[in-house]
């Protein structure tokens, strides 16, 4: 959750989330406590061991926190917040902003 409901203020969480409810079926009303936390469990382990990420050049994040040295980033950071307070729409905004 973000701080102010804003969720470009945490926009790499939300994608998670958003990941996690619909390539793992966590998009929908669990029967109990205990069967949401065996499927968030499987969901979260799939996530890190089974899809590879193209941010850590299709590793899968498992693997990819074992390896030394840098690893190369793919993707660059966008500004959302400061445009959203200047009144401009995410779709005004160039897409390789730095």
Known sequence: MTENGDPYENAIAERVNGILK???D????FSDYQEALEATKVAV????NKRPHRSVDFMF???AHLQTGVLKKHWKKRHYKANAEKGESLQNVPANQD
């Open 26 to 29: 966590l998009n929908h009303t």
């Open 22 to 24: 619909d390539e793992y």
């Open 61 to 63: 994040p498992t693997d």
């Open 45 to 48: 382990y799939k996530y890190n």
